[in-house]
């Protein structure tokens, strides 16, 4: 099993910014993929990003130039650094894990963080 920890989520104006993190445990071989979902209310949770363990990456077209995945393999962390954040960003993100092949459709991902809150105000 992998377990996953998110932080640093929160309250911010809009046009700023957020550093969020999520470690895993556990079985990290199992984390080849890792990406970071969000669920606003009322909608379906998406794929906002995702990261393998060679470091591609795949961002949604709408965070594209504000967002950036990065991952530290050495201490089992992935992060999603948002800048120029948005009302509309407002949402749970979720860390998540799988250790197949890329995918960008949350039903292929195995293993789920508890999700952190971002809000962004207007």
């Known amino acids: 099993q992998v377990q996953l920890v998110e932080s640093g989520g929160g309250l911010v104006q809009a046009g700023g910014s957020l550093r969020l993190s999520c470690i895993a445990s556990?079985?990290?071989?199992?984390?080849?993929?890792m990406g970071w979902f969000r669920q606003a209310p009322g909608k379906e949770r998406a794929i906002v990003t995702s990261?393998?363990?060679?470091?591609?990456?795949y961002y949604a077209d709408s965070v594209k130039g504000r967002f950036t995945i990065s991952r530290d393999n050495a201490r089992n962390t992935v992060y999603l650094q948002m800048n120029s954040l948005k009302p509309e960003d407002t949402a749970v993100y979720y860390c998540?894990?799988?250790?197949?092949?890329?995918?960008?459709?949350?039903?292929?991902?195995?293993?789920w963080g508890q999700g952190t809150q971002v809000t962004v105000s207007s």
């Open positions: 556990g079985r990290t071989y199992s984390t080849r993929v």
């Open positions: 990261i393998n363990s060679s470091g591609s990456t």
């Open positions: 998540a894990a799988r250790p197949g092949v890329w995918s960008l459709h949350s039903h292929d991902y195995n293993y």
